[in-house]
């Protein structure tokens, strides 16, 4: 890796302090449910970074916070800098297109557009001209593994090639990061491996950095980083590979 490379890598790009996030069950009110308790962590360029825990633990929260999504009941979340929360509707709505790309269990393609188009569709709603939005969605869909079937519509695509397709969506804009809500808990453990390879290759070669709530272990060994949550804290730990 050239220097360069090394300095994008060891930038810090997300820090979040004291983040908390509370909700009220019930009626009235009801009783106050705390699902993260003071989540203190950065994320540098580069990196994968693996979220892993029990069922309702808070992570799938925490992606959510991340990705501008839900705001925390009390806390910062800084991105490169800037207290994404203090933006006004609407540049937080800008922020969010432009610097945050989203992969979730089911994939979410818009079954009527082509794959071209579902791929396209971020850099479109964000106001890039046409020409430019279907090059960089060509150009994604030939590193996917996908160029011969743009012109197909998702139903006409295995599970694995729609996950696929989120993939080089959530990458249409050049985004800061890629937060990715189990990308493979839908699919069989073969065609889990491959989009695996792909997230891997895409965080080497492209510098891209991942967020990824999983609890798949493969996965999550192949990480920089394990944030593990336990009672809405968190627990920084090494891969075990």
Request: proline share 4%; aromatic share 4%.
């Amino acid at each position: 890796m050239t220097m360069a490379g090394r300095k994008k890598q060891a930038e810090v790009i997300i820090h979040m302090d004291e983040v908390t996030k509370s909700f009220r069950t019930g009626e009235r009110g009801g009783q106050r449910l705390d699902v993260l308790r003071g989540i203190s962590m950065e994320i540098r360029a580069g990196q994968i970074v693996a979220v892993v825990g029990a069922s309702g633990a808070g992570k799938s929260t925490l992606l959510h916070i991340l990705g501008t999504l839900d705001q925390p009941t009390s806390g910062k979340v800084y991105y490169s800098g800037t207290d994404i929360f203090a933006l006004s509707d609407d540049r937080l709505a800008r922020f969010r297109n432009k610097s945050v790309g989203f992969v979730f269990q089911f994939h979410h393609l818009l079954p009527e557009f082509s794959v071209l188009e579902n791929t396209a569709m971020p850099a479109l709603i964000g106001g890039m001209p046409q020409e430019e939005a279907e090059r960089r969605a060509m150009d994604l869909l030939r590193i996917v593994g996908l160029i011969g079937r743009s012109e197909a519509k998702p139903p006409q695509l295995s599970g694995g090639e729609q996950q696929r397709v989120a993939v080089g969506r959530a990458l249409v804009n050049s985004p800061l990061v890629v937060l990715a809500d189990e990308p493979t808990g839908n699919l069989d453990s073969s065609t889990a491996s491959g989009v695996h390879d792909l997230i891997w290759m895409l965080s080497r070669e492209r510098g891209q950095t991942f967020v990824i709530v999983t609890h798949n272990e493969k996965l999550a060994r192949q990480a920089d980083r394990i944030v593990r949550i336990i009672d809405g804290k968190i627990e920084l730990r090494k891969p075990l590979n």
